[in-house]
């Protein structure tokens, strides 16, 4: 295992630690931790940090119940910052938002076609598992929900043929829309039948 001495941490003995979505890489915040704030997230594999603004140990979602269980914590090659990667449940922002990261300096426009295909994923994932979870009246998920497995499949079958027909002749427009069909129906299909 790796010496936590060997890291470099600041006069005030903090090093930087960014925290990442493990499975869809979205970058959740940014914080600082000691080494103490290291070891507990070691040895509990959720994630601890030091509070600069509270001057103590922080285990993040111990209040908020949004906790972060730690898949691994890498360094960078200067070891003066800490890369966190976790599997998030609930918000990692206390705005509520899933990310702190949720604003852009640049236009919104500009920066809606720079979001990447894991957090788009992501970001489909957890709309399905929610509204798998709470059900709600109306949902289109919910309606999928009611009509069952088999039946969930059968759309899955539908779209992909609908996207080959699509590419075979060469719509793209068409091909984008069935592909995007394609990857939501699978994306409840998979929630549905693996983690549910």
């Not at 295992?1 to 990442?20: E, S």
């Not at 009246?137 to 009611?146: A, T």
């Amino acid at each position: 295992m790796f010496d936590l001495a060997k890291l470099r941490f600041n006069a005030d003995g903090l090093i930087p630690v960014i925290t990442q979505d493990a499975q869809s890489g979205e970058v959740l915040m940014l914080a600082y931790a000691n080494q103490e704030a290291i070891e507990k997230s070691l040895q509990s594999q959720e994630t601890h940090y030091y509070s600069r603004s509270r001057q103590e140990l922080w285990h993040k979602g111990a209040s908020s119940g949004h906790i972060q269980k730690l898949i691994d914590i890498r360094y960078d090659c200067d070891e003066d910052a800490l890369l966190y990667k976790v599997v998030q449940i609930g918000a990692a922002c206390h705005t509520g938002a899933y990310s702190c990261f949720y604003r852009s300096l640049v236009d919104v426009k500009e920066a809606r076609e720079q979001i990447s295909l894991g957090e788009s994923f992501a970001l489909l994932d957890r709309v399905v598992a929610s509204r798998l979870e709470t059900l709600p009246e109306g949902s289109y998920v919910r309606k999928l929900h009611d009509r069952g497995l088999g039946y969930i499949a059968q759309k899955v079958v539908e779209e992909a043929g609908e996207s080959i027909v699509a590419a075979l002749e060469k719509k793209p427009d068409d091909l984008i829309g069935e592909a995007a069909d394609l990857l939501f129906h699978l994306t409840v299909l998979l929630e549905k039948a693996v983690y549910l």
